[in-house]
């Protein structure tokens, strides 16, 4: 039996409340629409770590950060860890990569065979956090709301050239695999977008005039009333050097929308190419992370909270029946997944995951394990652990009170029950549970420790000769249109799809 094609389909910044069911029907997002309305979807999935380089190699691995060593958006990601693509690949797949993983370290494949593009964004350990000095801001990789103030529209930016190449690579390499080859394929096409900043193009910017989603449905709550990693976010943030106006915040949601629709359409022609080339393959939807997009006054992601942690997550699937999944699950399951649907014996897989298959799940099996999550990076001082449970979400770090939220009763997470006397057997439980899985002394020695290490190699190699490890994507321009070394008519024939029209 031929295994199937696997297109995975990657965005940035997606924030999962606006995919309760698919995209909310206020979305002008057509390609996702049609996507969803084949596909499996999870309305509750988590990222394993809201942040992205931490977010992505939890996706890649199915591990969380305190087992991949994926801390923050500067820690190394090492070779040695079993992803997606490498389990793919040993199956005989051929495994390609157009646009961003954020991946950190020299090695900037990580199973993947092709790569097409270089990243957006540095390979290198320079984004390390210190937690050696709390409270300190790095302003020139820290963000700052400056990506709300500065909310508009651009016919260019670096993330639409990006995108916009990402795009044109993913289609060509569809192309090149119809038309020869014959073996498996799993291309993961992955962009920056919606990730702030928050600026698009007019002809999408325009459709949004009239959307009645422009303000959040949580006002902004004062510094004093935000809970301690609240805070401290927000001054990672640099949130006292900025006047954030109702039509900063305006802007700002018109254009993350906006982004959407931009994406959309690059989706709706990577997904027709595939059909005009008479491929058939399984597809993956999902982010890496949320943004909190003014939600309780916050940006971006860094937090638990719904806007920052919850993704959207799709899969379409030959004999997977299109419905929508309301049990937690978590991008981790990614790759157990992947590996399910290829027909991989999932014996070989288990032991390098922390997460399940959703297969199960999708047809029909009950799940009642807790989705974890971790952060570590910008905006802390010591990691924080999280758990959703059923309805509930429970957040532990050392340096804070503990939260719990309902989120049936209580979606925008507003009143913290952890203090409630009649939640307290619930808080004991989730605790417990949290106690079993996290040692968080030995998490923080870990993360200060590669922290520490990282910010003496930095600096040394910057010091001198420089040999940056950012991929460096080259072309054999003399393989490719016609050559002298290759038969003419044998080319036009070969690179002519269909054949027979």
Known sequence: MSKPNILIIMVDQLNGTFFPDGPADWLHTPHLAALAARSVRFANAYTGSPLCAPGRASFMSGQLPSRTGVYDNAAEFVSSIPTYAHHLRRAGYLTCLSGKMHFVGPDQMHG???????????????????YRKPGERIDWWYHNLGSVTGAGVAEITNQMEYDDDVAHHARQRIYDLARGGDRPWCLTVSFTHPHDPYVARK???DLYEDCKHLQPTVPAFAYSEQDPHSRRLMDANDYQNFNITADDIARSRRAYFANLSYLDDHIGRILKTLRDTRQEAIVLFASDHGDMLGEGGM?????????????????????LDPHRIDTPVSTIDVLPTLCDLAGIDMEEVMPWTDGTSLLPLAQGAERTAPVAMEYAAEGSQAPLV???YGKWKYIRCALDPDQLFDLDAD?????????HPAHQGT???????????????????????????????????????????????????????????????????????????
């Open 112 to 130: 993947f065979e092709e790569r097409l593009t270089t990243d957006i964004y540095p390979a290198d350990f320079g984004w390390t956090p210190d």
């Open 203 to 205: 002809e999408y910017w």
């Open 299 to 319: 940006w971006f992601k860094m937090s638990f909270r719904e806007g920052s942690a919850r993704v959207p997550l799709m899969i379409a699937a030959p004999g």
């Open 386 to 388: 999280g758990l959703r």
């Open 411 to 419: 979606p925008q997470e507003r009143t913290n029950l952890a203090d």
């Open 427 to 501: 808080v004991a439980s989730l605790r417990a549970k949290s106690e079993a899985r996290w040692n968080l002394a030995a998490f923080d020695a870990a993360v200060r420790e590669s922290q520490a290490r990282r910010w003496v190699v930095y600096p040394a190699l910057r010091n001198g000769d420089y040999y940056p490890w950012d991929y460096q994507p080259l072309q054999k321009a003399s393989e490719r249109y016609m050559r002298n070394h290759m038969d003419l008519n044998t080319l036009e024939e070969s690179k002519r799809f269909p054949r027979g029209e």
